[in-house]
């Protein structure tokens, strides 16, 4: 095994320093031909897989990214989903909430956005943002309409318990979460943002506030760091992919997809006597037609 889940999982109740995940990292990869390969194959696995969870419709699985700008999350989604049947597939985008949505508690979107049994859901960006980009920045809390009352004592250890609760509840409702941080180094970061800057066809990507937010990077860190070490747990863990070479972040990714959707041990549906009976006289109904 050329990927080992071990280096990537924060270890439920561990502490996270994101100095000791490092993003170069690939994993027993010489080069990105021998991981394309098996992305491949990962990819084949996962439509396999998928096929049956739709058949089944039993379970369904809720797949989170999380990141800093440009460290590849729609291009892992792109090339880990390319071999899915799009009707067993959903994704999500989450923006800064609309007014509406902010007249609702943080997780009412996410719950509205959660994939229906049989179906792999992908959250680009999550509710997981209301412990990051709202703790880097006070005001967007103001704007959150809380009472008072809400916001005594340490608010983001509570909003780390309620979204522990929140994933308990689905796991135990046979929707299974899995999470993770692509984690892109600040020089890998500035490159790409040079290159959408000097490349016209990557223009449309660059956006002037990224480069502003980067002037946060160590307070993203340090909420990064937090949120990891509060939510990684036995049911649902976190997975830090190191994201400087895209390429394994892909493979690493597609691996531990497939991987998980492997352990729930899926069947396709046996037909109960009765319906096997029907499915005998439909057989003769057809095999009769003139
Ligand atoms: P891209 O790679 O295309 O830039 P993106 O996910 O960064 O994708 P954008 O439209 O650039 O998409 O940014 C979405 C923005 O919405 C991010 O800055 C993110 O922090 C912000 N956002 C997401 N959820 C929330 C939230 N709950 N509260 C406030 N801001 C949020
Ligand atoms: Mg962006």
Redesign the pocket.
């Known amino acids: 095994m050329r990927i080992d889940h071990d280096k990537l999982i924060v270890k439920p109740g561990s502490k996270v320093r994101l100095k000791n995940f490092d993003p170069k990292y690939t994993g027993g990869y010489r080069s990105r031909a021998e991981a394309e390969v098996d992305l491949t194959k990962d990819i084949a696995r996962l439509a396999k897989y998928q096929d049956i969870l739709y058949a089944q419709n039993d379970y369904a699985m809720l797949v989170i990214f999380q990141a800093m ?2 460290a590849g ?2 291009g892992c989604i792109k090339h880990v989903m390319s071999g899915v049947n799009p009707q067993g597939c959903q994704v999500y ?5 609309s007014s509406k949505e902010l007249d609702h508690d ?1 997780l009412w979107r996410n719950m509205c956005a959660l994939p229906e049994r049989g179906n792999i859901g992908i959250f ?4 997981y ?2 412990t ?3 703790r880097v ?1 006070p005001g ?1 809390l103001e704007g959150q309409q809380l009472p008072a009352a809400t916001r005594k004592g340490n608010l983001w250890e509570r909003r780390f318990e309620q979204i522990r609760n929140f994933e308990k509840y689905l796991v135990d409702n046979g929707i299974v979460v899995v999470k993770f941080f692509l984690n892109v180094s600040k020089e890998e970061q500035k490159a790409r943002f040079l290159e959408r800057i000097r490349n016209p066809e990557k223009n449309w ?1 660059f ?1 002037a ?2 480069v502003k ?1 980067r002037q946060h990077w160590a307070e993203y860190m340090s909420a990064y760091e937090e949120m990891l070490s509060a939510t990684s747990t036995k049911d649902s863990k976190w997975y830090v992919l190191p994201a400087d070479e895209k390429w394994f972040a892909r493979a690493a990714a597609a691996d531990v997809i497939a991987h998980e959707l492997k352990k729930l041990g899926l069947r396709y549906p046996k037909l109960r006597k009765d319906q096997q009976g029907a499915l005998a006289e439909a057989e003769r109904t057809l095999l009769a037609e003139k």
């Open positions: 700008d440009a999350k729609d985008s989450f923006k800064a909430p943080y680009n960006r999550s509710y943002e209301e990051l980009v709202v920045h967007i990507k956006s506030n990224d937010e």
